[in-house]
């Protein structure tokens, strides 16, 4: 069975940092792109980072360039999201997903497959 397990998220400061980890089981990471989405509450869910396969293409939104990274690591069959100089907008819940293709993709509608989230807040 095809899962994925959020962690890392929890309370930080602005200007603070985080490392979400996605973890996957159940299938060859290798052969599936990532996508890191975040829902504020009352907003719509927004892609905010992906990386293909390999880890050899990423993007990234407009709103977190320069500040988050992504990640990935095959063997261990996780996908990591390195999140720096945090901002009180950056508050929501984060998901992983994955689907099988080429590239990566920033909408949602792409993914076949999603965690349950981790919670990110930033606050002072």
């Known amino acids: 069975q095809l899962q994925l397990v959020e962690s890392g998220g929890g309370l930080v400061q602005p200007g603070g940092s985080l490392r979400l980890s996605c973890a996957a089981s159940?299938?060859?990471?290798?052969?599936?792109?990532i996508g890191w989405f975040r829902q504020a509450p009352g907003k719509e869910r927004e892609g905010v980072s992906c990386?293909?396969?390999?880890?050899?293409?990423?993007r990234y939104a407009d709103s977190v360039k320069g500040r988050f990274t992504i990640s990935r690591d095959n063997a261990q069959k996780t996908v990591f999201l390195q999140i720096n100089s945090l901002k009180p907008e950056d508050t929501a819940v984060y998901y992983c997903?994955?689907?099988?293709?080429?590239?990566?993709?920033?909408?949602?509608?792409?993914?076949?497959?999603w965690g349950q989230g981790t919670q990110v807040t930033v606050s002072s």
């Open positions: 159940g299938f060859t990471l290798g052969y599936y792109a």
């Open positions: 990386i293909n396969n390999s880890g050899y293409s990423t």
């Open positions: 997903a994955a689907y099988s293709g080429l590239g990566c993709s920033m909408f949602a509608h792409e993914y076949d497959y």
